[in-house]
Structure formats: C-alpha cells, structure tokens
C-alpha cells in the first residue's frame, strides 16, 4: 500500500451503543395488562401521563403509589424535554466588570517556536527580531 494511504478507507466502524440496544429490545417486549398485549415503552408512558396528570401511579390495582410535589415536578420536567426537547439557554459571556471580553495575541505565526517554549515556561514571547528574513 502507498505511504499515506489508509487501509481503512471508511473510517473505524462506529462503536455499539450496547445499553441503548438493550433497553430498546427490553421496552419492545409485549406485556399482558388485563388482557391486552402493551410494550413496556407504551406502559412507561402511559405511567409517566398518569402521574404528571393525577399525582399518582397505579402498578396494579392494589398498588397505587402517590407522587410528592418534587417527584411531581421531576416526572413533569423529564415529559416535557422528552417532547419539546431541553429548553434553550441564553449564555451571555462578558469580561471584568460586565464589559467586553479582552483577547491578547501571544505570537505571531513567525514565531511559533519562541511562543511554544513561552507557554510553557510561564514567561511573555517576545516580539520577533526577525527584521526582513
């Protein structure tokens, strides 16, 4: 093979995301609910809608289980950024005392040798004395 040719054209193949898979094959599985088959995921959600909607989440008809106002509000939060996505986050960046942001330009392209041993010594680069070369 020429020198600089990769023997893998496309790339490492991406990794498998063994979790995921395994969560989405469990959450396919049918379950029977008083006589109707429902996949876990449907039954997730339909729990998840009861108790964002009443408080509370019926297991079985002897287990119903009331949600606290934290719980209540985590369960609401997680539908909504299931469904609407995360909200948008506004970031606003600002120097000392809420002014602009302040950039210094520590080498110039001339001098990236001087600027590398600068950075890592801790001290200032020099400007370049390299006058017409």
Request: proline letters at 8%.
């Amino acid at each position: 093979m020429p020198k600089g040719v990769s023997g893998n054209p496309n790339g490492r193949p991406p990794k498998n995301r063994a979790l995921t898979e395994i969560l989405e094959k469990a959450g396919a599985t049918q379950l029977d609910i008083n006589g109707n088959k429902v996949s876990r995921k449907r039954l997730l959600a339909s729990l998840l809608w009861e108790a964002a909607t009443t408080g509370k989440i019926t297991f079985e008809p002897e287990r119903v289980e009331v949600c606290d106002v934290d719980q209540w509000i985590g369960i609401a939060k997680f539908i909504y950024t299931q469904v609407d996505g995360a909200p948008r986050q506004n970031v606003e960046l600002t120097g000392a005392d809420g002014g602009p942001i302040q950039t210094q330009q520590i080498f110039d392209h001339g001098n990236v040798a001087a600027a590398i041993a600068s950075r890592s010594s801790g001290y200032p680069v020099p400007p370049s004395t390299d006058e017409g070369s």
